[in-house]
């Protein structure tokens, strides 16, 4: 996407573990007008493979891209994920983490752009 700004982020119990709890990616592109023309997010480590929230990027379509962006974001756009109980966290967890992981990845995406 040209003239987009993204965002990553990952937690993991270590900085440099490879298997992370949740992990998030962001990309927002902003029309003439300030809003979000195109929206694409993804959340890795909350299914059996990384899927893109699109019921969430469709709902980002049209809105003001300015701080503040990832409040707008629900636990029911996390509908399509279902993370599992291991070692490293619980189900209930990682869903959470993966909401504040897009929260502040939206808000990083307006924030740089």
């Known amino acids: 996407m040209d003239n987009a700004a993204s965002a990553f982020l990952k937690l993991g119990a270590r ?3 490879v298997i992370s709890i949740a992990m998030v990616a962001a990309v927002i592109k902003k029309d003439d007008a300030g809003r979000v023309s195109e929206a694409r997010v993804a959340v890795g480590s909350c299914s059996a493979a990384a ?6 990027e469709k709902a980002l379509a049209g809105v003001p891209a300015r701080n503040g962006l990832g409040a707008r974001v ?28 897009i929260r ?4 990083a995406c307006v924030e740089s752009h």
């Open 51 to 56: 899927q893109r929230l699109l019921g969430l």
């Open 104 to 107: 502040r990845a939206l808000d």
């Open 74 to 101: 629900s636990p029911e756009h996390l509908a399509p994920l279902s993370p599992i109980d291991d070692v490293r966290a619980t189900a209930t967890y990682r869903n959470d983490a993966a909401l504040t992981l």
């Open 15 to 17: 900085r440099y573990l």
